[in-house]
């Protein structure tokens, strides 16, 4: 029978902050501190991460607020993530960009950081549709040839330690898994960490500034084309991880869409296909990650809100099977595009 259990408090200082003092009036406070006037309500958009609202102001112009949840990023952290997505715009990139007010994009109000955006308007991107999944990978490649020129110098790298290490030691000393999952959660999940460690140590891939987060929610499709929002996840790591969130479906309907992606990829940025052999450890982190995430975050009334089941057993289960599944997908050969 599937039991229900409470998540742990997960607040590491005793005083976690999430957003119970962000009031609507609050909120409208701080937009007009910057001399913006909203003349609509506020529309929440769906962020868990952070506070996220849509509004149109007084002029008529609309614009996307983002709170920044406290302790995540530090400030220089936040104004490189600025400062990458001015630099991508300025070369003809459709990114969303922080609003430039008084030569700042990162405002402060009553302890809250906090960044104005003009709203991007347009529907969801269409992954199986194939002339946009090219003109996507178009766009990548333009995004990933401008972001090999340099590094990131304060946002954090993508590897397995900080994806993958480090939330599952976070997970062992939670009392989030049930005691009677445990033996059989942490094992799967360790073997599935050490054979996704064991490829990524074989790979030797040039490291490059990221989107970090590039699943098709985070990509609008406006009459332009494609519009990327939400660099929140900005880091370094290997190319394909702005890729392979695109691949859906069974392996031949991943190798054609991986075909396209690529060739209009390459068509700006060269592509190691060595990194291919990534994609199950970048997804097996992701899982991994996933889970302590929710967990870390469950003492903000935003997630039990949204993520009720997580602290059903049969979640847990659910999972032991789904890594069961990815070791499986790891001890596969990766996706090619050379036959075997």
């Not at 962000?22 to 003349?39: K, Q, R």
């Not at 709170?67 to 459709?94: K, N, T, V």
């Not at 990194?275 to 997804?283: D, G, K, S, Y």
Request: aromatic letters at 12%.
């Amino acid at each position: 029978m599937s039991q229900k259990m409470t998540p742990p408090t997960t607040s590491s200082s005793g005083a976690e902050f999430h957003f119970q003092a962000l009031t609507p009036d609050l909120i409208l406070d701080a937009i007009e501190s910057l001399g913006v006037y909203p003349e609509t309500g506020l529309l929440a958009l769906n962020s868990y991460e952070n506070r996220v609202y849509q509004f149109r102001s007084d002029e008529g112009l609309r614009y996307v607020v983002k709170f920044y949840r406290p302790d995540r990023w530090s400030d220089a952290q936040i104004q490189e993530e600025h400062d990458y997505a001015l630099a991508l715009a300025a070369e003809d990139i459709p990114i969303a960009v922080p609003v430039i007010i008084e030569g700042h994009t990162l405002h402060k109000y009553q302890g809250y950081r906090f960044t104005l955006f003009p709203s991007l308007g347009g529907r969801a991107f269409e992954v199986d549709n194939l002339e946009q999944l090219e003109l996507v990978g178009r766009f990548i490649g333009r995004i990933h040839q401008y972001a090999a020129q340099t590094v990131f110098a304060e946002r954090e790298p993508l590897n397995p330690q900080i994806l993958g290490a480090e939330p599952l030691a976070w997970l062992k000393q939670s009392n989030l898994v049930p005691n009677s999952l445990r033996l059989p959660f942490f094992t799967v999940v360790e073997q599935v960490l050490a054979k996704a460690n064991a490829i990524w140590d074989r790979q030797d891939f040039a490291a490059i500034r990221l989107h970090g987060d590039l699943h098709p929610g985070n990509i609008l499709w406006t009459p332009d084309g494609p519009g990327f929002v939400d660099l929140d996840d900005a880091r370094m790591g290997p190319a394909i991880q702005d890729l392979w969130m695109m691949l859906t479906g069974d392996r031949a309907q991943q190798l054609m869409q991986l075909e396209i992606l690529l060739e209009a990829y390459e068509e700006f940025c060269e592509f190691d296909t060595r990194q291919l052999a990534l994609i199950e450890p970048l997804r097996a982190l992701r899982m991994v990650h996933y889970n302590a995430w929710i967990g870390r975050r469950w003492d903000d009334p935003a997630f039990p809100m949204n993520f009720p089941w997580f602290g059903d057993e049969k979640y847990w289960e659910q999972q032991i099977l789904a890594f069961k599944e990815q070791l499986f997908a790891l001890g596969e050969p990766p996706l090619s595009l050379v036959p075997y």
